[in-house]
């Protein structure tokens, strides 16, 4: 008969600091979800990206599907909201190719955060009104200078 394995015994202050790090690790993971769940709730879009191709759809249907077109937008390029609403309207209107310049295009899309006189800014870049589908998308047209 084989000789009883010789039973194990670790200290108490070794499987209570064992105990300690674990039980830290659970709530520190348990504190990051909960944590981590609130911040995704108060920032989900900040830049309204995912209702850019809702506000664009009924454009992308005048739109030639290999159209090559402009833009033109009240928000400036060089700020992250500018920037954010331009790649917004290029993933929204793809496959179509929306180019940064309003100039010298057949079709440019007017993206503005508030509402203005849309036909006095297209006049300064040569483009007259085609359609203005509200909620600050408005379809322009190039016309000869």
Sequence with gaps: MPAPKPTVRYPFWLTAGIGGVIFLCLGTAFQSYRSGDAYAR??????????????LREAGRYLPDKAIMGYLSDLPLDATAGQAAYFGVMNALA???????????????????????YAAAGREHHLEVVKDFGNGIVLFRGRPQ
């Design 42 to 55: 108060a920032y989900q879009d900040p830049y309204m990206i995912n209702v850019q191709p809702e506000r």
């Design 95 to 117: 496959p179509r190719l929306v180019t940064r310049s309003a100039d010298s295009k057949e079709w440019v899309v007017g993206n503005f955060s508030h509402p203005l006189d």
